[in-house]
């Protein structure tokens, strides 16, 4: 632009020129070609600069859920010096729902909820992750609006939108136009490529009781399905609020309460002979490790990391080891339960003789306190039999929302008669020993009397 500027003014000090008059349009047509040229490199070159991330092989991944806003958040120091490359959300972001009963929740208002998700994105130490680390995210029931919930909450649309601009998902994102925040992202290059797949368990989900009954919705699971089957990642890593793998837990909310919905999730894992495949999870309030080799050709994972600013073991003292081991145990269960506060964290090490995955589980401070490895070859498809699974029909059944109303009413109940009698009982034991007391000293009297 400048050069063609002095070549019009130059022309018209040196009209007499002729030479430079007959070169003057071949002189046009290249610097426009150069013009056109320059901005071709700088849009390329700014467009590749907006996720330089993509192309990097990721090396350091933190992911974490079950955030009260409201409280204290110690974990983020811990996050924050382990200093991941991508921070993954698992639902439970904020809590909008309020506590009627244990077990029973009522909904807020969308004005509530879209505070709290702004109180919780102007938390210091959580700026200060957003503005240097990529974040991504997908919602469970707290944050989503509603206590176990599924597809009958009215205002989900509306807390879609609030939920995508609070992890400031772009503009042009399909996340925007779906119904449900369901969506995928790649990083790496190729032969070290991780993708992150998000589910929306929420959104499209029956109610808790239907067994026939889906998770995904039809447009998930379409979607889904192409992303499997067009996968060039050596690791695929499925996200979800509730827990996919473990169907031996009767008291919580997961994927085995919808077993047709969960068997399509593994055929389609089979079908595509899917590589590197594990799954990612919250919601429970403990951390764990679980591993089936019955659901596909090799040993599917799963990383369940609950509890960044309260866990089983703050809300219940003295009885979270005791629920846990009697009954959240599951046969896939292959670690330690922690039940402090953590977050957890998969270590790729790419260039390794054996390229491996550490998935860990860190406390507040950021130390690994469970850490499993896994070589990156025993990800791999292979021709082995797959075993299937032997469910009992008890296990499948789900623990409602009126099902804790009536325990809850029940130990009312309890409590309303046994403090009652306790209290009487205690009244009539005391009388009963002033008496025996008053008649002791009477008679010690008596007796020193007659002395």
Known sequence: ?????????????IKSNSTFRRNDHEMRIFFHAISCLFVLILYFGASASLEPQREIPLKKLAFGSCNKQRLEQTVWDGILSYNPD??????????VDIMLLPGYFFPRSLTYIKGEYDYQKNHPKYKQLIEKIPTIGV???HDYGLNNAGGEVKFKADTQKIFLDFIDEPKESPRWDRKGIWGSYNYGPAGKRVKVILLDVRYWRDPLGDTKGDIL???QWVWLEEELKNSDAQINLIASGTQVLPWDKPLQEKWSHYPIARQKLFDLINQYKVPGVIFLSGDVHYAEML????ISTYPIWEATSSGMTHTCQTQSRGLCGWYLHRFATSTYHVSEFFYDF?????????????PRLDISIRNENGTAVVVTEIPISSLQP??????GENIPKGYL?????????RITALVLCFVAVALPSYCIWRCCCRQKNHQVRTEHSSTKRKIKKED
């Open 1 to 13: 632009f400048l050069f063609e500027v002095q070549v019009i003014l130059t022309h018209k000090n």
């Open 86 to 95: 991508l921070w993954v959300w698992l639902g439970d972001v904020v809590y």
């Open 139 to 141: 919602w469970d029931d």
């Open 217 to 219: 919705g039809p447009d």
């Open 291 to 294: 591993k089936s080799d019955l």
């Open 342 to 354: 953590n977050f957890g964290t998969i270590d790729f090490h790419w260039d390794a003789p054996e």
């Open 382 to 387: 292979t021709d082995k039999k797959i075993e």
């Open 397 to 405: 059944e789900a623990p409602t929302g009126e099902f804790y109303v």
